[in-house]
């Protein structure tokens, strides 16, 4: 079965500042993909990023890279700059590759101070 | 390209009825998956639709059901609503072959009296 650990139930970072959000994730399947969301409050998930299992590069895309250490298996989430809309709840999932069934961890609530 | 539509956005239901939430993915995403998310559980998957057919199922009773239409427009039906039911349900679309990301709609906010 496939497990999703968010260590972290709230954090705070001053703006423009860097933060990471850690995941660690447990699977005994070579191919999966793991992602990152981030929940406003108003609910809705938005898709952040991706990195999948055989990539040799860690993914980025603009303000947010994915910390991917496969031996360790974590893939841990870096915001550069924080702004004050990065405020919201981030999800980390993950899920093997020919199943869309997507497993969440709990979820990391990210307070960004002005 | 427009974005996941989930109608209606808000239901309040009483015990024992039944509920259809509706989902309309992206234009030309195959799969549709449902998800419900409560404080206490967190995001827990449903099942999974793709070309009309259920490929993946989580682990809830078989009060829960879906279906997807041809033109992957996909319903979610709960029956003799619980309580615990209580939840926002989050619908999200995808190609569907091998691994992509998932792109959800606003969610449906179920609340059962």
């Known amino acids: 079965a496939q497990k999703i650990t968010q260590t972290q139930p709230g954090m705070f970072v001053q703006e423009k500042e860097a933060v990471t959000l850690d995941c660690t994730y447990d699977?005994?399947?070579?191919?999966?993909?793991l992602f990152w969301y981030k929940q406003p409050s108003s609910g809705e998930m938005i898709f952040l990023i991706y990195?999948?299992?055989?990539?040799?590069q860690n993914a980025t895309e603009g303000r947010y890279s994915l910390n991917f250490q496969k031996a360790r298996k974590s893939a841990n989430l870096v915001i550069s700059a924080s702004q004050l809309g990065d405020s919201a709840m981030y999800f980390c999932?993950?899920?093997?590759?020919?199943?869309?069934?997507?497993?969440f961890g709990s979820g990391t609530k990210l307070n960004v101070k002005p | 390209k427009a974005g996941v539509t989930q109608t209606p956005r808000y239901l309040i239901k009483t015990r024992g009825q039944q509920v259809t939430l509706s989902c309309s993915p992206i234009s030309g995403h195959r799969s549709v998956s449902w998800y419900q998310q409560t404080p206490g559980q967190g995001l827990q998957f449903l099942f999974e639709y793709f070309s009309e057919t259920q490929r993946n199922k989580g682990n809830f009773p078989g009060r829960f059901s879906g279906r997807q239409f041809s033109n992957s427009r996909s319903e979610m039906n709960v029956s003799t609503l619980e309580l615990g039911d209580s939840a926002l349900y989050l619908c999200?679309?995808?190609?569907?072959?091998?691994?992509?990301?998932?792109?959800f709609g606003p969610g449906t906010r179920l609340t059962v009296l």
């Open positions: 990195q999948g299992s055989y990539d040799q």
């Open positions: 999200a679309s995808s190609l569907g072959e091998s691994l992509h990301e998932q792109f």
């Open positions: 699977t005994s399947d070579p191919s999966y993909g």
């Open positions: 999932a993950m899920s093997r590759y020919n199943f869309n069934k997507f497993y």
